[in-house]
């Protein structure tokens, strides 16, 4: 009988960029199981935390890894860093398997990526090799994505296709919801790298906006302390229920990032982007190549890095939300529905 799993092998895990394969997997009777690779690192973690749960989650990625070695043609999505020096550790267990790459990064001329200080050459030629020979397919986050894969490395134009992100099933209803006026809302990350001091500093000054703050991280004392300092903003600490958070989401009329790009990182998607558009939020951001892929003018705002208060000030003072561009950005996210998302998928399956 055929073996209908499909592994996703990962660093850390993430579930929430395989909505859409989980949907089609379940349509079509096979199974979806997460491995993670990063095995003795946190095996250790978690044996000096006093951590049973990751100790024994990380002796099952160990036992799957060495199951590799002595099993062939499994499925595995692999998602791994680009030029990661990983990947020539893993081929020997990948080997004898089909092998699916996932990647949401868009710069392939080796000028920009989050493994710079490790650089080598010989890491350079495993990739190559990989993504010109081992792989059965390549699995894009976006199209930017394909297309420097494409013009830096001899696949072929079949071998490789886009599979955005997909929404999480909670965010395909839309509550009924009145907006309140001049509203924003960041939900995240609380750190430097999305620009959130800027963001407070803003709302501060302007108190006729309204700013909500979803999330944790190493600024949340800070967040606590404008949130106690100023009544237009709001501090909501971490919501995991996704119910909450759309409904979060349908009450505000924009939803902000400010992320800022390193020489290692830039937002590369945005699922936050699309959760807001799908409850009529119009999306503000940075251009860094995933919102420049999702966000159109007819819906959103994207603005210059370092450039935020400007587009803030005019939406605050000119105003520019409206119940057109609110359901024009609910249409848009139609497309990253687990249904849609799904289908492009279908390959794997083959």
């Known amino acids: 009988m055929k073996n209908k799993t499909i592994y996703i092998l990962h660093k850390n895990g993430a579930p929430s960029h395989y909505y859409g394969l989980v949907h089609l997997a379940k349509e079509n009777g096979w199974e979806v199981k997460f491995r993670e690779f990063s095995v003795v690192s946190k095996l250790y973690k ?3 935390k006093g ?54 990064w868009t710069c392939w001329d080796k000028s920009f990526h989050p493994k710079r200080k490790n650089n080598s050459e010989k890491a350079f030629q495993t990739w190559k090799a990989f993504l010109e020979h081992l792989v059965q ?27 955005y ?43 006729k906006a309204m700013l909500t703050i979803v999330g944790d991280g190493k600024l949340e004392t800070i967040v606590k302390e404008y949130s106690s300092n100023y ?52 999306p503000i951001a940075p251009m860094h190549s995933g919102p420049n892929e999702i ?3 007819s819906f959103g705002y994207l603005f210059e890095e370092g450039t935020i208060s400007v587009t803030l000030a005019k939406l605050v003072t000119e105003g520019g939300f409206t119940a057109e561009k609110s359901q024009k950005a609910r249409e848009a996210s139609q497309q990253y529905t687990t249904e849609v998302i799904s289908k492009k998928w279908h390959s794997i399956l083959n």
């Open 46 to 48: 978690g044996i000096i």
């Open 51 to 104: 951590r049973f749960s990751q100790v024994k989650k990380q002796l099952v990625n160990a036992g799957f890894l060495l199951v590799l070695l002595f099993s062939s043609n499994k499925k595995i999505v692999l998602g791994i860093a680009p030029f990661d020096s990983k990947l020539g550790t893993l081929l020997p267990f990948l080997k004898k398997h089909q092998i699916y790459y996932h990647t949401s």
């Open 137 to 163: 397919h390549i699995f894009t986050v976006t199209r930017k994505s394909r297309q420097s894969i494409l013009e830096n490395y001899s696949v072929s134009h079949d071998k490789i296709s886009v599979v």
């Open 165 to 207: 992100h997909s929404l999480h099933p909670a965010y395909e209803t839309h509550p009924s919801q009145e907006k309140i006026p001049n509203s924003f809302i960041y939900a995240g990350r609380l750190d430097k790298g999305k620009g959130i001091e800027a963001l407070l500093a803003f709302f501060s000054e302007n108190s």
């Open 231 to 282: 009544n237009n903003i709001i501090f909501k600490g971490y919501v995991s229920d996704k119910s909450a958070l759309k409904k979060l989401f349908a009450q505000h009329e924009y939803l902000v990032l400010n992320s800022q790009k390193t020489e290692t990182w830039e937002e590369l998607f945005g699922l936050i982007i699309i959760e807001g558009m799908s409850q009529g939020t119009l």
């Open 295 to 297: 966000i159109d003018p």
